[in-house]
């Protein structure tokens, strides 16, 4: 036997195994598609399949071949994300506002793949994920400008979603016109007055006017129907892109640490105990009434090793003058030492609920999921 033959019948033994062990691989990725949809989470997780690479690609002895090995982990990563796309391609994610707000925009770069769908407030978009009308809900806990989102927090508290991740997006004005329009032709700029005051600067050094609007999204809806092109809108250049907007300018707002840190809801149970693994985690927890009860239960995390990064109190609705705590920690709780630490602080608390795990420090960036 020649080489050419004895190497064609060795290809042909390869490509054998290697068809049923893709299929049993298409499989498995069903698998992982029918879980994410179940927790709310996207498609791709860079951090998990950076991880699978380098782990299997390791296992390549020969320098050479392992970095086609890489390649090739890469593309069938790649294909196995079609995949799981065409699986999860009905996938609906609620959110609050108007098409082409923060909030779509956020929901859109999670899931860029599921049907987006607005509700009037919070409240009905948790519900739509709560009742099963939606898959997940993407509602905003916190800015660094604004603070906390209190009616998002208690929403997390007294109802029944998990959070499965925690997504920060980046606040980003553009000055938005009409096609054709130049920056001579503008004399008005609409958005909301939040957005006005962030990009005060620039409007002033431009000789613009400024009014107010109800809110950036709608402000871009107006221009694009207004057609006027002396009148121009600030919002995001993802939002005027769905009015057919043009961006004059990107990035006019004078401070690039306005961030809002997006949740993802859904109905399933992310116990980091079951797999939900994450290295943070946010706990809602009341004490018992009696001297030094809180800080008996926050040295409980400090004595297990876990670092908390936010510490804040909400009243209890129907209970006057009375307090629910809600905490932001890092540390993976996928661990004996995070089973005895939720051991310990639940025989401290009254009520101690985990709300959920995540991957800290999640950003979304234009064009992409985190």
């Not at 769908?117 to 800015?143: L, M, R, T």
């Not at 208690?154 to 130049?182: K, W």
Request: proline residues 3%; contains cysteine.
């Amino acid at each position: 036997m020649d080489k050419l033959t004895k190497a064609r019948e060795i290809i042909d033994r390869v490509d054998r195994e290697m068809a049923a062990l893709f299929e049993e691989r298409m499989a498995a990725a069903a698998l992982v598609a029918e879980h994410k949809k179940e927790k709310g989470m996207p498609i791709f997780d860079a951090a998990r399949e950076k991880a699978v690479i380098e782990k299997n690609a390791a296992r390549v002895e020969d320098p050479t071949i392992r970095e086609f090995y890489t390649l090739f982990l890469q593309h069938t990563m790649d294909v196995s994300k079609l995949y799981q796309r065409k699986l999860l391609s009905g996938m609906r994610i609620a959110y609050a506002g108007t098409e082409g707000a923060f909030a779509h925009v956020a929901a859109n770069r999670i899931f860029p793949d599921g049907e987006k769908v607005p509700f009037a407030d919070f409240a009905a978009a948790y519900k739509a994920a709560q009742s099963g009308e939606c898959d997940a809900a993407v509602i905003p806990i916190e800015n660094s400008f604004a603070g906390e989102v209190a009616e998002a927090v208690d929403l997390i508290y007294f109802g029944s979603l998990r959070i499965n991740g925690v997504y920060e997006l980046p606040v980003e004005h553009d000055l938005l016109a009409l096609p054709g329009a130049t920056m001579a032709d503008i004399k008005t700029v609409i958005s909301h007055p939040q957005a006005l005051s962030q990009c005060a600067g620039y409007l002033k050094k431009a000789g613009l006017t400024a009014k107010a609007f109800s809110n950036t999204a709608l402000a871009a809806k107006h221009v694009a129907e207004l057609g006027d092109k002396s009148v121009a809108a600030i919002a995001n250049g993802e939002t005027g892109a769905l009015y057919g907007l043009c961006t004059l300018q990107k990035g006019i707002n004078e401070s690039r640490a306005n961030t809002t840190r997006f949740a993802v809801l859904s109905r399933a149970e992310n116990d980091p105990l079951q797999g939900g693994r994450g290295d943070h985690f946010i706990l809602l927890l009341t004490v018992k009434h009696s001297a030094g009860s809180l800080a008996r239960a926050i040295d409980i995390l400090g004595k297990y090793g876990y670092n908390i990064t936010t510490l804040r109190s909400r009243p209890m609705k129907e209970l006057l003058w009375q307090y629910y705590f809600y905490i932001e920690a890092e540390g993976d709780l996928e661990t004996e030492k995070g089973r005895a630490m939720l051991r310990e602080l639940g025989e401290e608390c009254e009520e101690l609920k985990l709300a959920g795990t995540y991957h800290g420090h999640r950003i979304l960036k234009g064009g992409s999921n985190a």
